[in-house]
Each structure stands twice: as C-alpha cells, then as structure tokens.
C-alpha cells in the first residue's frame, strides 16, 4: 500500500474491505492542499486546511457522510471530552478518526523526524479502559497503546480536528461519478512545484532559510504517489495490461517526480552552506525538470482518462481535457 495522505487512508480503510474500488477517491491527492506561510515555510498542515470538499465527494462516490465531530469553537479539553465518549460509545460500524502530534508517541514508526507531526489515525477501546487501539493506514500500523499517552499526542497545540462516519452500506460509484470526480480534480498548475520554486526564489539572497523553509516538502512529494492509483485503476477498466502495458514506465516516472523533490531539498542545503551559484542554478534546472515530468503525467493520465470516458459512452467536446483547461485553471 502506497503511503499518500493521512485522512483518506483511513476513509478509504472501510471501502478496501467492501465490494467498491478504493483508488478513484485518489484523484486528486497529487494536487491537495498545503500551506505556504507569508515567511514562504512550506508545510503539509496548517489550521486554515479544509477537507470539506474533499469529503463531499466521498459521500458521492461511495454513499457515505462523513461528520465532523470536533469543534474547532470549542476547547481542547471539551473536544477530548467528545473523543472519549465517542471511542467509549461507539458501535462496530463506526469508525472514529483523530488528528493527533505522532511525534509525542516516539514508539510509533516516524520516518519523517520532525518535532511536531499532525496525523490521522482511527482509534477504538478495549477490553482494558486503559488501553485504546490504533489503526494507522497511512503508515500501516495497528496496535495497542496507552490511552492517556494518545491523549496527550492529541492535546499537542499543534493538532486540531477530528471526523466519524459509519460504513453499514458501501455504493460502488458508477463511471459517471467518477468522471466527474477526476474533472472536478484535474489541475493544469503544479501548485508544489510552483511553491518550491517561490521559496527558492525567496531565499536566494539569503539561503540560510532554505533547509527550514523546504524541511517538509517530502511529507508534501508524497501525495504525488496518489497518480500511481490513479493509472492502475484507469489502466484496468480499459482492459490495459499492468505487466505489459507501459503501466511501470509512468510509475517509473511518478517515483523520479518523488523522489526528485529530495534531491532538490538537499541541493537547497548545499546552496544554503556554500552559497555557489552552481548549485542555485541546479536547483533551478531541476524545478523545471520537475514541472515538465507532471505535466508529462498529467497528460499522459488524461489521455487515459478520456479513453475511460469513451468506453463507458460518457463524450465530451473532441480536445481533450488538459487542452481545454486554461492556464489559470485550479480545479482542486
């Protein structure tokens, strides 16, 4: 399993064990928010980060609501007096998920190192109070912690925010919906490209900012890993061979896109110590390489995608979708 984001691993935990296909829910992930601060500090969370729409389409696709049960209006305190009662009281359908600082539970696998990690993770009781159950998708964890421990990672200042929904009924979504989920989500823009070479551009003068300001970019790169599921399932449902199909080659090209998000932040912490213009330029080349490798992806997705539009009768007008959106188009 791809890790990709938090909180649609753990709603797409409860389709993967129904009859419904996962992957179309996500479209979309490549492109999904972050926040770029006014001091130009790239982060994978902020508290202005909404997912309203993201769960709307969840309830589209496969006829399930999603609540949000923590109020941001209310306390930390009355907020885990909810969490308590809802993990206390909640039926075998239910499925309780809550944002919490992963690094205040320094046993639990963070591969990431940072001080302060907003995670999703969905938790249940036990037979002992004591003790509550994690279930991590994301990072495919499951097991037993102490309650006051996940508690404490929950009041963190740093993390807010929390849902719930019941899973009796799972629809699997017809080809229209998913259509139209994959058009309401298509982005002719590189948002994380484009912010990375904002602060880059930022910090040129004074680079010293730079190891900071990139510091989480490959939380962020990671979404991009959302495109592998995306041509998985578009390859299948037009009869495309994973094996002898060129499948991999645009995996190959989605893990390069990755992984090359690192390879710009550490050439950032070059700049950063030695200052050489050498290495501003290279990772100036390297953006650009970047910006044209999505595009590529993109393209290539799209192409895919209107072959699945033609096979399932659902027509549009003949240019293809990612000629049709303009340069200002963010359909996220």
């Given at each position: 399993m791809i890790k990709v984001h938090c909180l649609v691993s753990c709603v797409c935990e409860t389709i993967k064990r129904s009859d419904a296909d996962h992957r179309p829910y996500y479209f979309g992930v490549w492109d999904s928010s972050f926040s770029l601060s006014a001091d130009y500090?790239?982060?994978?969370?902020?508290?202005?980060?909404?997912?309203?729409?993201?769960?709307?389409?969840?309830?589209?696709?496969?006829?399930?609501?999603?609540?949000?049960?923590?109020?941001?209006?209310?306390?930390?305190?009355?907020?885990?007096?909810?969490?308590?009662?809802?993990?206390?009281?909640?039926?075998?359908?239910?499925s309780v998920i809550v944002m919490l600082d992963l690094a205040s539970l320094p046993e639990r696998e963070n591969k990431f190192h940072h001080d302060v990690f907003p995670h999703y993770v969905m938790l249940e009781a036990t037979e002992d109070p004591e003790i509550w159950h994690m279930l991590d998708p994301d990072f495919r964890y499951e097991g037993e912690l102490e309650r006051e421990r996940i508690l404490a990672a929950v009041r963190h200042r740093a993390v807010a925010g929390g849902f719930a929904f019941r899973s009796t009924d799972v629809r699997i979504p017809n080809a229209t919906t998913v259509s139209a989920y994959f058009m309401s989500c298509i982005n002719v823009q590189h948002p994380l490209t484009e912010a990375v070479k904002r602060v880059v551009h930022h910090y040129r003068e004074q680079p010293e900012g730079l190891p900071n300001a990139l510091k989480q970019l490959p939380v962020i790169a990671i979404r991009k890993y959302a495109y592998e599921h995306a041509f998985a399932y578009l390859y299948e449902a037009i009869g495309r061979d994973l094996q002898t199909s060129d499948f991999e080659e645009w995996t190959d090209e989605v893990e390069t896109l990755v992984n090359q998000y690192s390879v710009i932040q550490h050439r950032a912490v070059k700049y950063a110590v030695t200052r050489q213009p050498e290495v501003y330029l290279e990772i100036e080349r390297l953006i650009e390489e970047q910006w044209a490798r999505e595009s590529a992806i993109k393209r290539q997705l799209v192409d895919t995608f209107h072959a699945y539009q033609r096979q399932e009768g659902i027509e549009h007008e003949t240019r293809t979708l990612y000629d049709q959106l303009s340069a200002s188009s963010a359909f996220i």
């Open positions: 500090v790239l982060s994978h969370h902020d508290e202005t980060i909404n997912h309203q729409e993201m769960l709307v389409w969840y309830e589209r696709l496969y006829g399930i609501p999603v609540e949000e049960w923590y109020d941001h209006k209310q306390s930390k305190e009355e907020n885990i007096t909810q969490l308590i009662q809802r993990i206390e009281q909640k039926n075998m359908d239910e």
